[in-house]
């Protein structure tokens, strides 16, 4: 059986990691398999998620540099011819933002605030995960 | 909602009959709960130990907390026109935040740093940025909190700040101010590339503790940062035993360097945040105040009563606030406000109502300042000292926090001490469990937060988001310009000194401030650490 597989990063120098990592911790829960990859480039972000063939990529960002590195990411996986994977951001994003980076391919956003159910569940549904999945 | 007191003891209560940090509620006070209370042995009169109800005799009648709201963004010249603003609208102290790159000492020129130029915090590269941050800032008059979070750059950006104040011909022991230079914050609290060491964190930040001890008299050279131990997870008595914890262990490696402790220990300071739960949040200063006093009586025996004296700004939580319905984070932070008052704050920030979706807009930065304001001078806390005294239920929650703040302690020297115990990845592990537990409560619904899961509305946010353009272009350009007219031999041999410093046992400082004045960028000082004590793998999942 397969399991969800999804790479979390922070992006650039974000300092912030709890809610990063309370996504983390509950995706596991819910039965996922998470690859927390920490601070990295655009270019690391992406080949981590080809590497461990991922279905999501979870960012987050705090610090405000999410119009500079998000954007770079969703070009990269396009190049890679990986934009198949659900790319979610959390964390604080305006909504004009939002807008803008779900245009540009972001899969969903998550604003401070968000359930963590509400991720887990979301997740679980945009994944096709096969037929042979079973979760608890 | 019905009272009914049997609910407040025992097992299985009702969550929302606990404090926060699990405390349990009864539905009334009464003589009987603070049966042991000695109000001669526990409370004292303020400014008296073991001063639970403060640490100056006159408390607010005599000096007002300082009104010092944060401030930094975007390059040196947009700060310090912010820090303009605040002080012309009655702000009494600098607060000022810098970007996450300079925090880790990093250049805004590193590949990784080009999203974070400014954001979040003002950008520092080297001496000529800090010139231009605080120019025409009476910094010999007004007191500077260097919001310095991770020793890997606190040295080098306050070395800059020093010789700064050098070519400004103003002495340094005229300088009044506090770094935050606190080794959780660089291994447990906060994440980044090429982490240092725990130990050798913790070694750079008493490195500043000790020269700030020769040399700045009225500086404190650490603030041990209870409100980012709180905002990544830690409950009310984890984020007062580990400011305690990690001020013993400072204490102890001063004196192991042969400084007795009443040379150092008035100048340590502290930083909590003041969160939702108001008396739970008056009960922990308190407490903490009289746990710190009591072990460093025990535990150092100082001569000088400042020197158990537990000092302390408080920033109102980043964290209780809402992206949803904004402007009720106004009112939240009024009563955070509020519970660091009546707890006896010496200095005070109010969070902006906007931060949980932008950086503070200028009308939300001022509104704060107005919180302040209005709580000073409209509702009359000031007007007496420790008002909460004597209440059943706060001097019954204050010995319970104090009880369990000292139970954690003696669990912390039961792993080897603070740094070992972020070593081990304890630290880590217990306050993204408190943390997690807590994030349950409220996506269940348990915990309710208004606008969040109870209350909620579709009305779409409508606050003007602050907006500035980014600082990368100009610090590339102050980068290039350093690195063109300098004398690159003067830089290496000042950065290998630096380097021999770390290798032997030397105090840093100095040879950082030789660093800076040489030409050295913050970022080529931190490498020089990095390249020596840096990697460690930080324990989070």
């Given at each position: 059986m397969?399991?969800?597989?999804?790479?979390?990063?922070?992006?650039?120098?974000?300092?912030?990691?709890?809610?990063?990592m309370?996504?983390?911790?509950?995706?596991?829960?819910?039965?996922?398999?998470?690859?927390?990859?920490?601070?990295?480039?655009?270019?690391?972000?992406?080949?981590?998620?080809?590497?461990e063939d991922?279905?999501?990529?979870?960012?987050?960002?705090?610090?405000?540099?999410?119009?500079?590195?998000?954007?770079?990411i969703?070009?990269?996986?396009?190049?890679?011819?990986?934009e198949?994977?659900?790319v979610?951001?959390?964390?604080?994003?305006?909504?004009?933002?939002?807008?803008?980076?779900?245009?540009?391919?972001?899969?969903?956003?998550?604003?401070?605030?968000?359930?963590?159910?509400?991720?887990?569940?979301?997740?679980?549904?945009?994944?096709?995960?096969?037929?042979?999945?079973v979760?608890? | 909602?019905?009272?009914?007191?049997?609910d407040?003891?025992?097992?299985?209560?009702?969550?929302?009959?606990r404090?926060?940090?699990?405390?349990p509620?009864?539905?009334?006070?009464?003589?009987?709960d603070?049966?042991?209370?000695?109000?001669?042995?526990?409370?004292?009169?303020?400014?008296?130990?073991?001063?639970?109800?403060?640490?100056?005799?006159?408390?607010?009648?005599?000096?007002?907390?300082?009104?010092?709201q944060?401030?930094?963004?975007?390059?040196?010249?947009?700060?310090?026109?912010?820090?303009?603003?605040?002080?012309?609208?009655?702000?009494?102290g600098?607060?000022?935040?810098?970007?996450?790159?300079?925090?880790?000492?990093?250049?805004?020129?590193h590949?990784?740093?080009?999203?974070?130029?400014?954001?979040?915090?003002?950008?520092?590269?080297?001496?000529?940025?800090?010139?231009?941050?605080?120019?025409?800032?009476?910094i010999?008059?007004?007191?500077?909190?260097?919001?310095?979070?991770?020793?890997?750059?606190?040295g080098?950006i306050?070395?800059?700040?020093?010789?700064?104040?050098?070519?400004?011909?103003?002495?340094?022991?005229?300088?009044?101010?506090?770094l935050?230079?606190?080794?959780?914050?660089?291994?447990?609290?906060?994440?980044?590339?090429?982490?240092?060491?725990?130990?050798?964190?913790?070694?750079?930040?008493v490195?500043?503790v000790?020269?700030?001890?020769?040399?700045?008299?009225?500086?404190?050279?650490?603030?041990?940062?209870?409100?980012n131990?709180?905002?990544s997870?830690?409950?009310?008595?984890?984020?007062?035993a580990?400011?305690?914890?990690?001020?013993?262990?400072?204490?102890?490696e001063?004196?192991?360097?042969g400084?007795?402790?009443?040379?150092f220990?008035?100048?340590?300071?502290?930083?909590f945040?003041?969160d939702?739960?108001l008396?739970?949040?008056?009960?922990?200063?308190?407490?903490?105040?009289?746990?710190?006093?009591?072990?460093?009586?025990?535990r150092?025996?100082?001569?000088?009563?400042?020197?158990?004296?537990?000092?302390?700004?408080?920033?109102?939580?980043?964290?209780?606030?809402?992206?949803?319905?904004?402007?009720?984070?106004?009112?939240?932070?009024?009563y955070?406000?509020?519970?660091?008052?009546?707890g006896?704050?010496?200095s005070?920030?109010?969070s902006?109502?906007?931060?949980?979706?932008?950086?503070?807009?200028?009308?939300?930065?001022?509104?704060?300042l107005?919180?302040?304001?209005?709580?000073?001078?409209?509702?009359?806390?000031?007007?007496?000292?420790?008002?909460?005294?004597?209440?059943?239920?706060?001097?019954?929650?204050?010995?319970?926090?104090?009880?369990?703040?000292?139970?954690?302690?003696?669990?912390?020297?039961?792993?080897?001490g603070?740094?070992?115990?972020?070593?081990?990845?304890?630290?880590?592990?217990?306050l993204?469990g408190?943390?997690?537990d807590?994030?349950?409560?409220?996506?269940?619904?348990?915990?309710?937060?208004?606008?969040?899961?109870?209350f909620?509305?579709?009305?779409?946010?409508?606050?003007?988001?602050?907006?500035?353009?980014?600082?990368?272009?100009?610090?590339?350009?102050?980068?290039?310009?350093?690195?063109?007219?300098?004398?690159?031999?003067?830089?290496?041999?000042?950065?290998?000194?630096?380097?021999?410093?770390?290798?032997?046992?030397?105090?840093?400082?100095?040879?950082?401030?030789?660093?800076?004045?040489?030409?050295?960028?913050?970022g080529?000082?931190?490498?020089?650490?990095?390249?020596?004590?840096g990697?460690w793998?930080?324990?989070?999942?």
């Amino acid at each position: 059986m397969s399991l969800i597989k999804v790479v979390m990063a922070k992006m650039g120098f974000d300092a912030h990691y709890r809610g990063a990592m309370m996504v983390a911790r509950h995706l596991v829960q819910r039965g996922m398999e998470v690859v927390y990859i920490g601070n990295r480039l655009p270019e690391e972000i992406v080949r981590t998620v080809i590497d461990e063939d991922a279905q999501v990529l979870g960012l987050s960002s705090l610090s405000g540099n999410h119009m500079v590195m998000v954007p770079r990411i969703l070009a990269l996986l396009r190049q890679e011819g990986v934009e198949r994977v659900k790319v979610l951001l959390g964390g604080v994003i305006p909504t004009e933002d939002q807008k803008e980076l779900l245009s540009q391919g972001v899969s969903a956003v998550f604003g401070t605030g968000s359930s963590l159910d509400a991720i887990a569940d979301w997740i679980e549904a945009a994944v096709d995960h096969g037929s042979d999945a079973v979760r608890a | 909602m019905p009272i009914e007191a049997s609910d407040a003891l025992g097992s299985g209560i009702r969550q929302d009959y606990r404090t926060t940090s699990g405390i349990p509620v009864k539905a009334v006070y009464t003589p009987d709960d603070v049966g042991d209370f000695d109000p001669t042995r526990d409370l004292g009169g303020p400014g008296e130990p073991p001063y639970t109800r403060g640490v100056h005799r006159d408390m607010y009648r005599g000096r007002l907390w300082t009104i010092r709201q944060l401030a930094g963004f975007g390059t040196p010249e947009e700060t310090n026109g912010r820090f303009r603003l605040l002080l012309d609208q009655g702000a009494t102290g600098i607060n000022c935040v810098f970007d996450f790159v300079t925090n880790r000492g990093f250049s805004s020129d590193h590949p990784l740093a080009e999203g974070d130029v400014g954001q979040g915090g003002v950008a520092i590269d080297c001496l000529d940025d800090m010139r231009r941050l605080f120019d025409g800032i009476p910094i010999d008059d007004v007191s500077v909190s260097l919001v310095l979070s991770n020793p890997v750059g606190a040295g080098s950006i306050f070395a800059a700040y020093l010789a700064m104040a050098q070519e400004r011909g103003i002495p340094w022991e005229k300088l009044r101010g506090t770094l935050q230079n606190d080794f959780l914050m660089e291994t447990v609290v906060l994440t980044a590339p090429n982490i240092l060491e725990p130990a050798f964190s913790f070694r750079l930040s008493v490195d500043v503790v000790e020269f700030c001890t020769q040399h700045l008299p009225q500086w404190n050279p650490i603030s041990f940062a209870g409100y980012n131990y709180r905002e990544s997870g830690a409950n009310a008595v984890q984020e007062a035993a580990l400011v305690i914890a990690h001020a013993l262990a400072v204490a102890d490696e001063m004196v192991r360097r042969g400084h007795p402790i009443d040379s150092f220990a008035p100048r340590l300071s502290s930083f909590f945040t003041a969160d939702n739960d108001l008396f739970e949040e008056v009960a922990k200063y308190r407490a903490a105040r009289r746990v710190y006093y009591r072990l460093f009586q025990e535990r150092f025996h100082p001569k000088d009563p400042r020197s158990s004296r537990l000092r302390f700004h408080v920033q109102t939580s980043g964290s209780a606030l809402t992206a949803q319905q904004p402007l009720n984070n106004v009112s939240r932070a009024a009563y955070h406000a509020l519970a660091a008052v009546l707890g006896g704050a010496q200095s005070l920030h109010v969070s902006a109502y906007d931060e949980a979706l932008c950086l503070p807009s200028e009308a939300a930065a001022l509104t704060a300042l107005r919180t302040q304001q209005v709580l000073v001078h409209e509702t009359g806390v000031t007007r007496t000292a420790d008002p909460l005294a004597g209440s059943y239920y706060v001097e019954h929650l204050t010995s319970e926090m104090e009880q369990r703040i000292v139970a954690y302690l003696e669990e912390i020297d039961g792993l080897g001490g603070l740094v070992r115990a972020v070593e081990s990845g304890w630290v880590h592990r217990e306050l993204m469990g408190t943390s997690y537990d807590r994030e349950i409560a409220i996506t269940s619904g348990e915990q309710k937060v208004v606008g969040v899961n109870c209350f909620t509305d579709d009305v779409p946010v409508q606050i003007e988001l602050f907006r500035f353009p980014s600082a990368l272009e100009q610090q590339r350009a102050t980068l290039g310009k350093l690195r063109s007219e300098r004398d690159q031999d003067a830089v290496s041999r000042a950065l290998e000194s630096l380097r021999q410093a770390v290798e032997g046992d030397g105090n840093t400082m100095p040879h950082l401030i030789g660093a800076v004045k040489a030409g050295a960028s913050i970022g080529e000082c931190c490498d020089v650490f990095r390249a020596l004590h840096g990697g460690w793998h930080q324990p989070l999942l």
